[in-house]
């Protein structure tokens, strides 16, 4: 009888333990961020320490860019309400890949453009190219470079990525694929 009991408990505590834990996802990537102080949309200073243990979503983007940016833009700043809706609000940083354009006055208007919510959401600037470029090819291991398509002036990823706790990217999502979208937000859910 005791050990019939004992091994309900356990069961009962196995399964408990299996269901609280929120970090049962699939993941795609394994790189760690290398720590960053920019500049951000309120021309403050924003650093990676300001995000150290927490959850955290990442996309790069430049305001002036007309080819993806204006789609995968739309797509994070639905997947932040989509969260918010339900209570859940990870911090969603947006790195610009063309800081001489992008000064905090001109991201506030794009912010405001999309009906980004500033609480949550953070545009980044004022750094120099090749540091942002280093960022998106070392730490999320995607492209960046000058001379993008059709006359664009970057060629850059439109992924969006998963930053966990310990500042470490473990997924990466495609910022224009609805069914990516979708993953990203129950993701988010599950973790949060």
Same mark, same amino acid.
């Given at each position: 009888?005791?050990?019939?009991?004992? *091994?309900? $408990?356990?069961?009962?505590?196995?399964?408990?333990?299996?269901?609280?834990?929120? %970090?049962?996802? %699939?993941? *795609? $990537?394994?790189?760690?961020?290398?720590?960053?102080?920019?500049?951000?949309?309120?021309?403050?200073?924003?650093?990676?320490?300001?995000?150290?243990?927490?959850?955290?979503?990442? #996309?790069?983007?430049?305001? *002036?860019?007309?080819? /993806?940016?204006?789609?995968?833009?739309? *797509?994070?700043?639905?997947?932040?309400?989509?969260?918010?809706?339900?209570?859940?609000? +990870?911090?969603?940083?947006?790195?610009?890949?063309? +800081?001489?354009?992008?000064? +905090?006055? /001109?991201?506030?208007? #794009?912010?405001?453009?999309?009906?980004a919510n500033l609480e949550t959401m953070t545009f980044l600037t004022g750094y120099?190219?090749?540091?942002?470029? %280093?960022?998106?090819?070392? !730490?999320?291991?995607?492209?960046?470079?000058?001379?993008?398509? %059709?006359?664009?002036? #970057?060629?850059? !990823?439109?992924?969006?990525?998963?930053?966990?706790?310990?500042?470490?990217?473990?997924?990466? #999502?495609?910022?224009?694929?609805?069914?990516?979208?979708?993953?990203?937000?129950?993701? /988010?859910?599950?973790?949060?």
């Amino acid at each position: 009888m005791k050990k019939t009991l004992f *091994n309900i $408990m356990l069961l009962i505590f196995t399964l408990t333990i299996a269901a609280c834990s929120n %970090e049962k996802i %699939e993941t *795609n $990537m394994s790189s760690t961020v290398a720590d960053f102080e920019f500049t951000d949309q309120h021309n403050e200073a924003f650093a990676s320490e300001q995000l150290k243990d927490d959850w955290w979503i990442a #996309y790069f983007f430049y305001t *002036n860019c007309t080819m /993806v940016c204006p789609q995968t833009t739309a *797509n994070i700043v639905n997947v932040q309400t989509t969260l918010s809706d339900e209570g859940i609000t +990870p911090s969603i940083i947006g790195f610009s890949v063309d +800081p001489d354009t992008d000064t +905090p006055t /001109v991201l506030q208007d #794009y912010a405001a453009i999309y009906g980004a919510n500033l609480e949550t959401m953070t545009f980044l600037t004022g750094y120099e190219f090749d540091t942002i470029k %280093e960022l998106s090819n070392k !730490s999320f291991k995607t492209v960046l470079d000058g001379g993008g398509p %059709e006359g664009h002036a #970057y060629a850059h !990823s439109t992924s969006f990525f998963l930053i966990n706790p310990k500042g470490e990217v473990i997924k990466r #999502y495609d910022g224009l694929s609805q069914s990516d979208l979708e993953k990203l937000i129950a993701d /988010v859910k599950n973790i949060m």
